[in-house]
């Protein structure tokens, strides 16, 4: 089956007031829009669009019959998102199954509803997260080497020192504090200091917020840093983002997000695809409920080499990430007119892409118009067809592979593996 699906924009702080308005063809409010949910979470589950007279979602169509639209006879595992980033998100961190397990547990026998704002836990599972940039996307993701974050430390308190500033004296100590020959147990009680608040973090956070203006950064590192005090100044946060990767992304390239490695998304419009969770654990940047404590219980704090996630090509016009979790994996298609010489108008596209359905796919259209088409089943006439333009999205269950024409762009969310 073929079935259209929509949503109503998530309006988080930080969502941009037109991009989600821009891609789905709709008037904005006003108001920040920065998330569309595309599956069954029962947070904010996608509706199957202009069906009935009477409104139902992903979950009811689940339900309705478990083994024809389901997976192993349940929701979706994955969640397929739009992000529409306008401000900086929070700096956060996902726990991993057994922490997910542990924590919602624990809550649940000390009483805390699932909806209250300093709930931690709102469901059992694990949240790895894969994001690939639709636009230019700027992101805060996993730990750098500490001599990288003691080079930028050097440069602030050397604009301070200038000045006869003595916030100089205190990034030193700063510096200090990330020497030594165990990086993750530095990280982890740099962490501890930071958010503990005493008066030495205060007093260098202040310095890092009076040197942001004129210290000779890496013009991307030295923006971020400007931008981040501005948005949020006095948060232990803009401090700890020294100690993470500053990733530039251009369209169509990925930062993969496994559990507990520490992050924050802080420019541009992406698809994203999730395990079917919303467990997040905040620690600055952010004016929801933080609890830095278990952030730093949680946390992994090794080096993360490389946060960029490649992509492979599968064929013609099609390419997929697939992180090592069961729960997703996404693929991109791009679709250009057979009469285009080598589809030279839009990269690596192709007049025809076919993708399999092991499992229920969810597709949206982030660019043109695309047809999509599944053959006749057994004992049907004929063959299944709908047309999508940039915007639109849909639910295809688990049968026959569908083949997808047009001209445009096409990202798909389905199980890992």
Known sequence: MLIFIENIPRAYAWGSKDALPDLLGTEPNGE????????????NPAHVAKATPEAHTLID????????????????????????????????????????????AAEEAAGVPRD???????????????????????????????????RDLAVLAAALRGDGDEGAAALDGVSERLAGADPEALR?????????????ATSALAAVERAAASAELDPARGRTLRDLVAAHPGDPGVLVSLLLHLVSLSPGEAVFLRARQMHAYLSGIAVEVMASSDNVLRAGLTQKHVDAAEL????????????????????????AWRPEVPDFRLMRARLCDPDERSGSRIED????????????????????RVRIERPAREG???????????????????GAPIRLTGHGEVFLATVGG
């Open 32 to 43: 920040p829009q920065a998330e569309l949910w595309l599956g069954t979470h029962p947070g």
């Open 380 to 398: 049907a006439e004929l063959a299944e067809v709908a047309a999508a333009r940039r915007g639109q999205s849909l639910y295809v269950s688990a």
């Open 296 to 319: 730093c219980r949680v946390v992994d704090t090794s080096e993360l080499a490389e946060p960029r996630f490649p992509c492979r090509r599968a064929a013609r016009g099609l390419v």
């Open 61 to 104: 169509l689940v339900e309705s019959d478990p083994e024809l639209y389901g997976v192993d006879g349940g929701p979706l595992p994955f969640l397929l998102k739009v992000l529409a980033i306008g401000a900086p998100l929070s700096l956060q961190v996902h726990p991993d199954p057994e922490q997910a397990a542990a924590g919602y």
């Open 116 to 150: 209250a704002p300093h709930r931690n836990y709102g469901d059992p599972y694990h949240k790895p997260e894969l994001l690939v940039a639709l636009s230019e996307v700027t992101a805060l993701s996993g730990f750098r080497p500490l001599s990288d974050a003691r």
């Open 188 to 200: 982890r009680e740099f962490l501890d200091w930071v958010f503990r608040g005493d008066a030495a």
């Open 349 to 368: 596209a192709a007049p025809l892409v076919e993708v399999t359905a092991e499992h229920p796919l969810v597709l949206v259209v982030t660019a043109g």
